[in-house]
């Protein structure tokens, strides 16, 4: 679970147990947990060229279905232990980097608006230059 100004980003489990959490009382919807769509993306795709490559080279219909189920479970496991890794970097990464602005933010001083804080972080604007037109020569 990681957290995102204030908010918690959770796919709805419980850590320690593997079940929905109790505030929760609807059923977790599975295209909102974290890389269920890519796992099982990569698993169909990768039981369907291992069965299908099975069944041209055998002929034999029933082994190449095993044969692809046996793919999906395999690539959908690795899909989703992969998928699932990057995911709790990338949330582990997302809050050090919020803590390093929070610290940024109360060692500068919280600005006291948008504005504020837009303007302390730009640099100042570059000195105007010299009219051109002024120098320029009539056109006749």
Known sequence: NAEYMGE????????????????????VA??????????IRGGLGGGFVVGVSHFLIRGNSVRSANFALGAFGFVSSAAWLICRRQYREQARNLKEVM??????????G???SDDEAQQTSLPPPPPAAPAAA???????
């Open 99 to 108: 803590e390093k602005h929070q610290k940024l933010v109360v060692a500068r």
């Open 30 to 39: 599975l295209y909102n947990v974290p890389c269920f769509g890519e796992a």
């Open 134 to 140: 002024a120098t320029a020569p009539p056109q006749s």
């Open 8 to 27: 918690s980003i959770s796919c709805g489990f419980n850590r320690e147990m593997s079940t929905p959490t109790p505030t929760e009382s609807q059923p």
């Open 110 to 112: 919280n600005p006291q």
